[in-house]
């Protein structure tokens, strides 16, 4: 949480400096901003891509750990199945 809270933080401001920097003819600023902004938003999509990654790694794992805890009659490890499963499924929407 705290690099997504980096990431957007890093974005605004450069976003920010980018338009003062443009507003008042400041290059300098204006390609300080565009660049912070740029890198603060491909880390973002980056640290979305792993997220979504793993989600379906979860996912994957919930529906396996609950196919084998029904065949095998462990309602505890279906229930870690479950909670995994709905992991994944809420990572995935990131």
Request: proline residues 0%.
């Amino acid at each position: 949480m705290t690099d997504r809270l980096s990431n957007t933080y890093n974005s605004t401001v450069g976003g920010a400096k980018q338009t003062i920097g443009e507003t008042i003819g400041n290059n300098s600023l204006a390609a300080s901003g565009a660049q912070q902004k740029a890198q603060a938003d491909a880390a973002q999509k980056a640290a979305d891509a792993k997220t979504h990654a793993e989600g379906i790694g979860h996912k994957v794992q919930g529906q396996a750990q609950q196919t084998v805890g029904s065949a095998v009659g462990n309602t505890s490890m279906e229930a870690r199945g479950h909670a995994n499963e709905v992991r994944g499924d809420l990572e995935r929407k990131v």
